[in-house]
């Protein structure tokens, strides 16, 4: 069974970085395309970025040009850069994992198995 956890939440200021770590056990991580997603208080989940097996990348309109999503395989870890935060990042950050088919599909929706989530908030 895959497990997910997720580190590297804090408290930052506004146009500050955070790197959000994503660590997997109970299976490679390499077979499974991983999604970060946040929810704000009173919102909605919102799907932020995803990376698929094979490497390839998709952003929400509202993160692009500001976070940056990696894998290292190796450690079986998913990343996430987050740069120039503003307040409206503030949320709990999930990551997600999903297996597709196609090595180069990943998903902003709907995942399989979920982490238990990282508090990130951005205030001065």
């Known amino acids: 069974q895959l497990r997910l956890v997720e580190s590297g939440g804090a408290l930052v200021q506004p146009g500050g970085s955070l790197r959000l770590s994503c660590a997997a056990s109970?299976?490679?991580?390499?077979?499974?395309?991983i999604g970060w997603f946040r929810q704000a208080p009173g919102k909605e989940r919102e799907g932020v970025s995803c990376?698929?097996?094979?490497?390839?990348?998709r952003y929400a309109d509202s993160v692009k040009g500001r976070f940056t999503i990696s894998r290292d395989n190796a450690k079986n870890t998913v990343y996430l850069q987050l740069n120039s935060l503003n307040p409206e990042d503030t949320a709990i950050y999930y990551c997600?994992?999903?297996?597709?088919?196609?090595?180069?599909?990943?998903?902003?929706?709907?995942?399989?198995?979920w982490g238990q989530g990282t508090h990130v908030t951005v205030s001065s």
């Open positions: 997600a994992a999903t297996r597709f088919l196609n090595q180069d599909i990943c998903t902003l929706g709907e995942s399989d198995y």
């Open positions: 990376i698929s097996s094979s490497g390839k990348t």
């Open positions: 109970g299976a490679t991580l390499d077979r499974y395309a």
